[in-house]
Nanobody, 118 residues
Framework: QVQLVESGGGLVQAGGSLRLSCAASGRTFSIYRVGWFRQAPGKEREFVAAISWSGGTTYYGDSVKGRFTISVDNAKNTVYLQMNGLKPEDTAVYYC???????????WGQGTQVTVSS
């Protein structure tokens, strides 16, 4: 099995930046694609971005295009989400998961809280 652990969240002012990390362990050779999702209070979980494990293909949700960048460091078995130009509406718990295209297929971890103040 593959375990994914999120980290890097925090409190930031609007316009600021954060970088989230998703560290993979276990049978990492079985990973094809990893995605980031987020869930704000009272809202459904939303797709944010995804990347193939090789790093060759990326996908972004419309609300984050041009502001967020997903990347992968295979040597560290880690997927990153660089978030720039943060807005209060980006406030949510962010999760990573294995995906098929943009659909999650694994179990959910605890996530990491991102709070953007106005």
């Amino acid at each position: 099995q593959v375990q994914l652990v999120e980290s890097g969240g925090g409190l930031v002012q609007a316009g600021g930046s954060l970088r989230l990390s998703c560290a993979a362990s276990g049978r990492t050779f079985s990973i094809y694609r990893v995605g980031w999702f987020r869930q704000a209070p009272g809202k459904e979980r939303e797709f944010v971005a995804a990347i193939s494990w090789s790093g060759g293909t990326t996908y972004y949700g419309d609300s984050v295009k041009g502001r967020f960048t997903i990347s992968v460091d295979n040597a560290k078995n880690t997927v990153y989400l660089q978030m720039n130009g943060l807005k209060p509406e980006d406030t949510a718990v962010y999760y990573c998961n294995k995906v098929i295209t943009t659909n999650p297929i694994g179990s959910w971890g605890q996530g990491t809280q991102v709070t953007v103040s106005s």
